[in-house]
């Protein structure tokens, strides 16, 4: 009797300990380890902005407390994971939470697919995805050469001593092959290019700067007033260009699939601002912390050099380019150590399961790409830039969804894979062949980690002609 009383009182108070620990009344509504929330209102908001970008904040929480981690922003709680093994698990969830993603819906509008789920969402990129085949983006290598010849012509006049602005020119770069190979004719002039540069420029900015510190532009100040006007300049421009594709419409690009997939004129508006804004901020990205790599590691730029030299021709061909086996190491190595993408994140409505814990239904879950990229347990010597971990004898050493750059849930993983990375592959590669590239000394190079992977300030490379 007296053991029965005693299990008794000891069930009792466990199930008491259990309800107040998670009731819905309390911020610990889930057995996931994690930060309380250091205001009431925003959450952990705060400590994010201290940290300097979420991506930090989530290496100090998975190191904290493991691989799957909770903190709140705002009032809603969200979870973090960081283990190719838990990626494995949201491996097949399509739906992406929009709360995390509001910064860019003036913009981009809310009728983007970045916010489109379920059945619509699947629909859409059912569609757009045949744009990125790899015969799609085969046809624009020559886009791709064209560009790098005219790069090339230009730092020719800069040789040897003049400084030249690296992540600039890669970002006009990208933004211009972009622009020619999934937008059409309309953007041959150079002025046309530079034009929707300065808007996105302005854009971008101010985006990065709410996703950084929170700070919202004020109302009626000069910073709302010039978003206001550029956001209002880049919609009308690409408006004018859908419509007039609309009277010449063709079959093959992207722009023309846009067109015959929306229900509105604002929906095409929507997904056309959507791949422009997220292709040419991770392709220039990408591209100057690739040509940033090389320029401090001589070793492997001549090693490159000499695979080009030997096994690439005056003129790239598609079929080449698979041929370039330590180019493709070396964009593979700059991706991880440059953590383009610092995350993702999904989203279900049902209780779920991870890591052994519940995960209630509709709780943001983001996947911590920069993390696991960046797990000393997964690559040693994680901050250095080595691309033999890509070698074909070190393959077999990379576990499965340790190395998801673009993401990897479901069918919503970066639709222009294929498209970044050929055009990344061909530019440096073309442009390798030609020039030696160089550091100029002095700089302290420090990444951001905002709306995409970049540097803090310019980074400024000298080039030699190569004989």
Sequence with gaps: MLDFAIFAVTFVVVLIITVIYLYPGSSKVTTIPGVEPSDPKDGNLADIFQAGSLHEFLVDLHADHGPIASFWMGEKLVVSIASPGIFEKQAHVFDRPAELFQVFEPVLGSESLLFTNGGAGRQRRSKYDPCFSEEAVGKMCATFQNLSEELAGKWMTMVDDQHIPLCQHMLALALKGILLTLFGVYFKDDKAV?????????????????????????????????????????????????????SNQGKDSLLDVIIASSRSESQALSDTLTFLVQGFHS????????????ASHEDVQEKLYQEVKTKLGAHVKFSELKNLKFLQQVVSESLRCAVVYPWAARVQDFDTELGGHTVPKG???????????????LWPRPNKFDPERFSHENLDNIKPFSFEPFGFAAKRKCPALNFTQTEVAVIVALLIQRFKISMVEGQLVKPVYGLVSHAEDEIWVTVTGRK
């Design 283 to 294: 392709t220039g990205s990408l591209l100057a912390w690739t040509f940033y790599f090389l």
């Design 363 to 377: 709780t943001p879950v983001i996947h911590a790409l920069g993390v696991v990229l960046q797990d000393e347990t």
């Design 194 to 246: 530079l034009s929707v540069r300065r808007l996105l420029d302005i854009c971008c900015l101010d985006m990065e700067t709410q996703v950084l510190s929170g700070e919202m532009p004020g109302e009626g100040s000069q910073r709302e007033k010039r978003f206001s006007e550029a956001k209002q300049k880049i919609q009308e421009m690409f408006k004018k260009v859908i419509n007039e594709r609309k």
